[in-house]
């Protein structure tokens, strides 16, 4: 079992700037995809991005390339969402997620309880 623990969220102006981070603790961190999520009210939930183990590689939604960057720190056992020029479109539930595959439709094995972030316009 991983359990995983997000944090960063909160309320910033439209052209602003977050970093959510999401914490790792249980069974080991390795080997794992780690991806983030979004959900707004009255949505589906949504696919943001995602990382391989190494960090090699990531993969976005078509929504956030270029503004989002995701990362981590296995030896923190910690993925990072830095969230760069926000828009009101962006304010949601964000979740972190850990899986087998660097994919935004493959089902994820273990879920975070959700950061809100909130972007004003």
């Known amino acids: 079992q991983v359990q995983l623990v997000e944090s960063g969220g909160g309320l910033v102006e439209a052209g602003g700037s977050l970093r959510l981070s999401c914490a790792a603790s249980?069974?080991?961190?390795?080997?794992?995809?780690m991806g983030w999520f979004r959900q707004a009210p009255g949505k589906e939930r949504e696919f943001v991005a995602a990382?391989?183990?190494?960090?090699?590689?990531?993969y976005y939604a078509d929504s956030v390339k270029g503004r989002f960057t995701i990362s981590r720190d296995n030896a923190k056992n910690t993925a990072y969402l830095q969230m760069n020029s926000l828009k009101p479109e962006d304010t949601a539930v964000y979740y972190c997620?850990?899986?087998?595959?660097?994919?935004?439709?493959?089902?994820?094995?273990?879920w975070g309880q959700g950061t809100q972030v909130t972007v004003s316009s």
């Open positions: 997620a850990a899986g087998q595959r660097l994919s935004g439709t493959a089902p994820y094995d273990y």
């Open positions: 249980g069974r080991t961190f390795t080997g794992y995809v």
């Open positions: 990382i391989s183990w190494g960090g090699g590689n990531t």
